[in-house]
């Protein structure tokens, strides 16, 4: 059920969840940063197989919730049940094990690696000799290549710095990473935000390709057009409180609008 | 010098040619500063000789060789673990402490008649101590690492001369008096031992996960983070590193001077970071080599022999090192 899957990383395969089952389950998480309160009691459902879109104006608390999940911030209250378990995440190491990964916002990229390095960053692969690692570069550098290609966006080659890219080429990478592990829930968050016509076309396409080879895949994004395109189940945010759902084929642009701005009560 | 990325790239000559070919890419080269920021140690270290060899014969005479390289031998040491601090963004001040530290405690040891082998384990256990007290208080107490290491270094030379009551050690074993004069030609065991600590620090930081977590800490901590790495255990490793490091000095140091002494060596921690400046690791964080702290290390014993040689006054080698030091700082702004 994977794209290119550069890693022993554990997949875990024989998951009983069938598309359209329950696979991120948000009970009434609340965090607060001083006295910011940026959740206020979120609940919501992430299904398996499908696209579910996360929308709501600047500062409405959706990358907060996206750094909840994926084990960057732990919420005050309430709690995350990612496949029929209630999550502990206490790094985002514990979140990319069980399998989850996220294009964040401020992309996470480190400027002064390679793009190659970046993509295999704490996925490393590596050779053993005895008790001893070593990175096996050559086959890092190969499979990033790969990797890279099935996006098909204009990326220089894999030993080039990050620094050396440009906005939109940083972005591919990072989606490029999230895409290319067993995961089982990638979050994308903005992903098309620094693109141009062409590479958001390739995103896009990215994306539906994830949602059908099985991934579940929590978009968040401005352009209404793209989330009716895509998504499957759109959630509104606003100040800090999910104020609404909609299955995207029961609703209009009109209405998420509504929704957003408070225009219109759930 | 490696680079990070074990591949080097085009300089970033501000106009391309359509087809570069070798003579332009390297002429482009030449123009880039960068490339000469990146090179700044390497040249400055053959300029040096050049210079010094020309108004002094002797100087690369086979003995004053060998003497050079002894003498930078634990400076390459310390400059090594100050450069895996460096590349995390941190910097270690209690380095040459801790090695006076070191010292002390394996005068002790040797005193209390524990041997050799076991002086040494204590030596290099209680200068580990520091550096895992350091990357402790700086990852899990969330002080500056300037604060936490300048606490360190007045508290580990305070404790040192507690422990010796003030007094040196003699300390006359001949194997330390072997290890110090004796060697492979005209390399004594302390380079040799140094240049092996070089060869395993670079393996570590370009052909091992920890290395590439080293670089990630230093580049982006929230990158880091969110890739999964735990930047606090990157961190409290690359001070234990450098605290052992320190405690392997102070090996080599009791072996050179024949005593375990509580003295300052404040000269010691000032040159590490110098090396490790001059070999073009960035200050802050994230992109360093092993070769490059080396060179500046071997430029900054070249350079206090040469003047030594040519009879310039003691007082004048301070301020030598320094505009160096300050001239290769300046480069490191041109470094791609
Ligand atoms: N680390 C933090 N410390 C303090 N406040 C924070 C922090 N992170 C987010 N906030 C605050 O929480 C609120 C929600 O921010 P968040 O980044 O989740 O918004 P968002 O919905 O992703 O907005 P955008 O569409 O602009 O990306 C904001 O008021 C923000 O200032
Ligand atoms: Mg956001």
């Known amino acids: ?266 | 010098m490696a680079t990070a990325t074990g591949a080097h790239q085009p300089a970033s000559a501000p106009k391309r040619t359509a087809t570069p070919s070798a003579q332009n890419a390297w002429a482009a080269r030449l123009k880039d500063l960068g490339f000469w920021a990146e090179w700044a140690a390497a040249i400055g270290l053959v300029l040096l000789v050049i210079v010094f060899q020309a108004l002094n014969s002797t100087f690369l005479s086979t003995g004053n060789i060998e003497s050079m390289l002894v003498a930078a031998a634990i400076l390459i040491i310390l400059a090594v673990g100050q450069t895996f601090v460096i590349t995390t963004a941190g910097i270690d001040l209690s380095i040459a402490s801790t090695m006076t530290l070191g010292a002390v405690a394996f005068g002790q040891a040797y005193a209390h008649g524990w041997g050799l082998v076991a002086s040494a384990l204590v030596a290099i256990a209680a200068a580990g101590v520091v550096g895992v007290l350091n990357g402790t208080l700086i990852a899990k107490g969330k002080i500056t690492d300037f604060i936490v290491t300048l606490g360190t270094l007045s508290a580990a030379s305070g404790l040192a001369l507690i422990l010796a009551s003030g007094k040196p050690v003699t300390i006359i074993d001949s194997f330390l008096l072997q290890l110090s004069v004796g060697g492979i030609w005209i390399f004594g065991w302390p380079v040799i031992i140094a240049a092996v600590v070089a060869v395993a620090a670079h393996v570590v930081l370009f052909h091992t996960r920890f290395g590439t977590h080293v670089l990630a800490t230093g580049g982006s901590p929230d990158a880091a983070t969110a890739m999964g790495i735990s930047t606090g255990r990157i961190k409290i490793a690359v001070y234990t590193i450098a605290g052992v490091l320190a405690g392997l000095g102070s090996i080599l140091l009791v072996a050179r001077i024949g005593a375990a002494e509580p003295a300052a060596n404040t000269a010691f921690l000032l040159n590490s970071v110098a090396a490790v400046v001059l070999g073009g690791v960035s200050l802050f964080g994230g992109r360093g080599t092993i070769t490059g702290p080396v060179i500046g290390a071997l430029l900054l014993t070249a350079l206090v022999n040469g003047l030594t040689l040519l009879g310039v006054s003691q007082f004048y080698q301070p301020l030598a090192v320094g505009i160096v030091v300050v001239l290769a700082a300046l480069m490191t702004r041109f470094q791609r």
């Open chain 1, 1 to 266: 059920m994977t794209s290119p899957e550069p890693t022993a990383t554990t997949l875990q395969t024989g998951s009983p969840l069938q598309t359209g089952d329950v696979l991120v389950d948000v009970e009434d998480v609340s965090l607060s940063f001083g006295s910011v309160r940026a959740l206020v009691d979120v609940s919501l459902t992430i299904r398996q197989g499908e696209i579910t879109a996360l929308v709501g104006d600047n500062g409405a608390g959706k990358s907060t919730l996206v750094r909840c999940i994926s084990g960057i911030h732990r919420p005050d209250s309430g709690h995350i049940v990612f496949d029929g378990t209630k999550t502990d995440f206490h790094s985002p190491e514990d979140a990319r094990g069980a399998g989850i990964e996220t294009v964040h916002q401020n992309l996470a990229l480190v400027e002064d690696l390679t793009v190659w390095q970046n993509l295999f960053l704490n996925r490393e692969l590596v050779r053993r000799f005895g008790p001893i690692a070593f990175l096996d570069r050559k086959r890092m550098q190969q499979r990033a290549t790969e990797m890279v290609s099935t996006l098909a966006v204009n990326v220089p080659a894999v030993s080039s710095r990050v620094r050396r890219l440009s906005g939109g080429q940083r972005q591919a990478v990072s989606i490029c990473r999230a895409a290319g592990f067993s995961s089982r829930l990638v979050i994308m968050d903005e992903p098309t935000a620094a693109l141009g016509v062409q590479e958001t076309a390739k995103v896009e396409e990215l994306i539906l390709r994830l949602r059908d080879e099985g991934h579940a895949v929590l978009l968040i994004s401005h352009n209404f057009a793209q989330v009716m395109r895509l998504s499957d189940h759109v959630w509104v945010m606003r100040a800090g409180r999910c104020v609404g759902g909609r299955r995207t084929a029961d609703t209009t642009g009109e209405e998420i609008v509504a929704l957003i701005t408070g225009a219109q009560a759930a």
